[in-house]
């Protein structure tokens, strides 16, 4: 079946400029999660999402960052007045549900800020 | 505070030899563990995960891990390693009442022909 698709795989901005990445998990999953992975970093978390609860936004780096989840699905995660540092790869995972279950992730959209 | 350690930033390894990928974490309650690879310019793919039950857990491309409640430790295993096995490996634990993962900071194996 399908996995977890992105969007764009590359993105390329200027400085200032709002971004918006999309995220469609696997049909049926409920939970469903964005990282960031900087260069030579290990996996960083952003947010959470579960079914209709309220998302943990624990990991957001700044209130430039904010993501939301339209239907129990698809994910936009939005990155305004972009700065240099935003520069990484943005992965997005979903999985039935939380807990045990593992994530199944995305291949990621690299996001370049100039 | 939960966290997860990788000591090792890579890890090299002659084909056919048997490899070990580190491990620890520190987290409250009964842990959780994953291990995930990360392939180049791929996202990142489930290896295998520790829930309950057997200590040593099997998983895929022949992998295989050890949980040590003791050491709490998770180190990532394989009897005979391939070339095809070079990538990123992430350790991961699930957060004490949340559903979020930590992840490590990867280790990087490398078989040599």
């Known amino acids: 079946g399908a996995g977890v698709s992105q969007s764009p795989s590359n993105k390329v901005t200027e400085k200032g400029k709002d971004v918006e990445l999309r995220c469609d998990p696997i049909?049926?999953?409920?939970?469903l999660y964005w990282y960031r992975q900087s260069l030579g970093q290990g996996l960083e978390f952003l947010i959470y999402?579960?079914?209709?609860?309220?998302?943990?936004k624990s990991g957001l780096p700044s209130d430039r960052f904010s993501a939301e989840r339209t239907g129990g699905s698809v994910s936009t995660l939005t990155i305004q007045r972009t700065q240099q540092e935003d520069s990484a790869v943005y992965l997005c995972?979903?999985?039935?549900?939380?807990?045990?279950?593992?994530?199944?992730f995305g291949p990621g959209t690299r996001l370049t800020v100039l | 505070a939960q966290s997860v350690a990788q000591p090792e930033d890579q890890v090299n390894v002659a084909e056919g030899n048997p490899l070990t990928v580190k491990c620890t974490y520190s987290?409250?309650?009964?842990?959780?563990l994953f291990w995930y690879v990360q392939y180049p310019n791929r996202g990142l793919q489930f290896l295998l995960k520790?829930?309950?039950?057997?200590?040593l857990v099997k998983g895929s491309y022949g992998f295989e891990a050890e949980f040590n409640k003791s050491q709490t430790s998770f180190h990532l295993k394989k009897p005979s390693a391939l070339v095809s096995d070079s990538a990123l490996y992430f350790c991961?634990?699930?957060?004490?009442?949340?559903?979020?993962?930590?992840f490590g900071t990867g280790t990087r194996l490398q078989v040599f022909p």
């Open positions: 999402f579960q079914g209709n609860s309220a998302p943990d």
């Open positions: 049909s049926g999953h409920t939970a």
């Open positions: 995972a979903s999985s039935p549900s939380g807990g045990v279950y593992e994530q199944f």
């Open positions: 987290v409250s309650g009964n842990p959780y």
């Open positions: 991961a634990v699930r957060a004490y009442n949340t559903d979020k993962l930590i």
């Open positions: 520790y829930i309950t039950g057997d200590n």
